[in-house]
């Protein structure tokens, strides 16, 4: 009897994924959206599942980044709050920030660079999001990068 329960459970499980997987890849569609609800909806789902570590929800979060030059000030702030709470919220360490950042960057297209220099301008413009030590921490990360590679 409990075995079955168990199968059951993990049936159950396995359907749930497999939709949620099927859900994941329509969202992106929305990012697109005309209607600035159906925008700002998408984007707090993509934060929500990149929380509980959804495949899937890491693409959906990079692709959101160009909407950081929507002329919709609500779905810049969802952007910009969005990136601020997964990757540079106030909990998180230079070290972490400064990883973030170097994790954005890797394999980021020009389009992807433009957009995060956005991104970070408008973090800086808020004066909350990083402060000196994260500064600090990306000259130290910078200067180890320059010694590998110039010095070798």
Do not use: P
Not at 40 to 60: D, N
Not at 129 to 137: L, M, N, P, Y
Not at 147 to 152: D, G, Y
Request: proline residues 0%; hydrophobic residues 40%.
């Amino acid at each position: 009897m409990r075995a079955e329960f168990i199968k059951a459970t993990y049936t159950d499980y396995e359907q749930f994924l497999t939709q949620l997987g099927r859900a994941v890849e329509h969202l992106s569609s929305l990012l697109q959206s005309k209607s600035t609800w159906d925008t700002t909806e998408a984007i707090k789902v993509y934060k929500q599942l990149r929380q509980f570590g959804v495949k899937g929800a890491e693409e959906g979060i990079k692709k959101m980044l160009f909407l950081v030059y929507s002329k919709e000030e609500s779905t810049v702030n969802a952007v910009v709050e969005t990136y601020e709470e997964l990757y540079f919220s106030k909990q998180k360490t230079a070290i972490q920030k400064t990883k973030h950042l170097f994790e954005l960057m890797n394999d980021a297209t020009l389009t992807d660079i433009t957009c995060i220099e956005e991104l970070l301008k408008k973090f800086l413009n808020k004066g909350d999001v990083f402060d000196k030590e994260v500064f600090k921490q990306l000259w130290v990360s910078y200067a180890k990068i320059y010694e590998q590679r110039f010095t070798n």
